[in-house]
């Protein structure tokens, strides 16, 4: 079991930068491959970023690559998204996530994640 909670969120003028944790509990994080998603209001829930269990490798969406940059401590059972030179396009509910995609393709699949946070507000202004 697997419990997230995200933090971080707030508002931005566009051009900023903002940071969000998502904090694990539970003996077997580190056995999980980590991701965070966004929703906007009436949209889907769409692929951010995500870092695998092993090897450390990592997985972005194509709308976000250059900007934004996930880590994960397994230490402090912790993963971090770095966002920079946020735009209004960014708007969303952002989501911290726990899985076991097995291959590329599946790190931005929702539905390869078991375990959610409740998500944390990004807002950018223009």
């Known amino acids: 079991q697997v419990q997230l909670v995200e933090s971080g969120g707030g508002s931005v003028q566009a051009g900023g930068s903002l940071r969000l944790s998502c904090a694990a509990s539970?003996?077997?994080?580190?056995?999980?491959?980590m991701g965070w998603f966004r929703q906007a209001p009436g949209k889907e829930r769409d692929f951010v970023a995500a870092?695998?269990?092993?090897?450390?490798?990592?997985y972005y969406a194509d709308s976000v690559k250059g900007r934004f940059t996930i880590s994960r401590d397994n230490a402090k059972i912790a993963v971090y998204l770095q966002m920079n030179n946020l735009n209004p396009e960014d708007t969303a509910l952002y989501y911290c996530?726990?899985?076991?995609?097995?291959?590329?393709?599946?790190?931005?699949?929702?539905?390869?994640?078991?375990?959610w946070g409740q998500g944390t507000q990004v807002t950018v202004s223009s």
């Open positions: 870092f695998g269990w092993s090897a450390g490798n990592t």
């Open positions: 996530a726990a899985g076991s995609p097995l291959f590329g393709r599946d790190y931005a699949q929702p539905n390869q994640y078991r375990y």
């Open positions: 539970g003996r077997t994080f580190s056995r999980y491959a």
